[in-house]
Nanobody
């Protein structure tokens, strides 16, 4: 059974940084693309970032490009999202997702990811 667990969400002031993690039990983590999505109350789920199985392809949503960095650690079966220069509009529940087809789709869509975590809350104060 595939299990994804996010951690690291917190309250942070605007301009600050945060690193959130997603630990997985995906049996073949090395072949899966990993994604991060977010959803604020009353809004649709938004693509944040994706990293392909071999890290050759990385995609970011337009609103976070240049501020956020996605990475992965094969040994730890963990994906990370480093978030810098955070803004109040980054406030949302952040979800980790896995896609067994190891490429990052373009454009990124939550419909392309089969496995999901429960989310970790990130709140940015002005």
């Amino acid at each position: 059974q595939v299990h994804l667990e996010e951690s690291g969400g917190d309250f942070v002031q605007a301009g600050g940084s945060l690193n959130i993690s997603c630990r997985t039990s995906v049996l073949n983590f090395g072949a899966a693309a990993m994604g991060w999505f977010r959803q604020a109350p009353g809004k649709e789920r938004e693509a944040v970032a994706c990293i392909s199985w071999n890290a050759d392809t990385i995609r970011y949503g337009d609103s976070v490009n240049g501020r956020f960095t996605i990475s992965r650690d094969l040994a730890k079966k963990t994906s990370y999202l480093q978030m810098n220069d955070l803004k109040p509009e980054d406030t949302a529940m952040y979800y980790c997702a896995a896609r067994i087809a190891g490429a990052c789709p373009g454009p990124l869509s939550h419909t392309d990811f089969r496995y999901w975590g429960q989310g970790t809350q990130v709140t940015v104060s002005a």
